[in-house]
């Protein structure tokens, strides 16, 4: 999964473009875009082997940029879905739809 991101562009390096044999060191930003999501996070520290999620946590730094602003779009993606009008909540009977079409002959 990681290395499709990388090379379908969705990963940058220190704002340059990355391949996945690059290497990360200690101190780099990196620029993680996710759907309509960008994280940007700084490598704290460099692991010597593949371990769980919580220690992978604490090797990385996201910033309070990113976090502000992935909240605000999510506060925005929420708003826009309940402004929406939602789906009818059952489909149309025999006699609805005889309605519907004399309505639409009508017209």
């Given amino acids: 999964m990681a290395?499709?991101?990388?090379?379908g562009g969705r990963v940058?390096?220190?704002?340059?473009?990355?391949?996945s044999a690059k290497s990360v060191t200690i101190g780099d930003e990196?620029?993680?875009?996710?759907?309509?999501?960008e994280f940007v996070v700084t490598v704290l520290q460099l692991a010597e082997k593949r371990g769980p999620a919580k220690?992978?946590?604490?090797?990385?730094?996201?910033?309070?940029?990113?976090v502000q602003a992935r909240d605000e779009q999510r506060q925005t993606r929420r708003l826009f879905a309940q402004s929406?009008?939602?789906?009818?909540?059952?489909?149309?009977?025999k006699?609805?739809?005889?309605?519907?079409?004399?309505f639409i002959r009508k017209e």
Avoid at 3 to 7: F, M, W
Avoid at 60 to 66: K, L, Q, T
């Fill in 3 to 7: 290395s499709k991101a990388v090379s």
């Fill in 12 to 19: 940058h390096l220190n704002g340059a473009r990355v391949k």
């Fill in 30 to 37: 990196v620029r993680i875009h996710r759907n309509e999501e």
């Fill in 55 to 66: 220690v992978a946590q604490t090797l990385y730094d996201e910033s309070p940029e990113s």
């Fill in 84 to 93: 929406r009008p939602s789906a009818p909540v059952k489909r149309p009977g």
């Fill in 95 to 102: 006699r609805d739809r005889r309605k519907i079409r004399s």
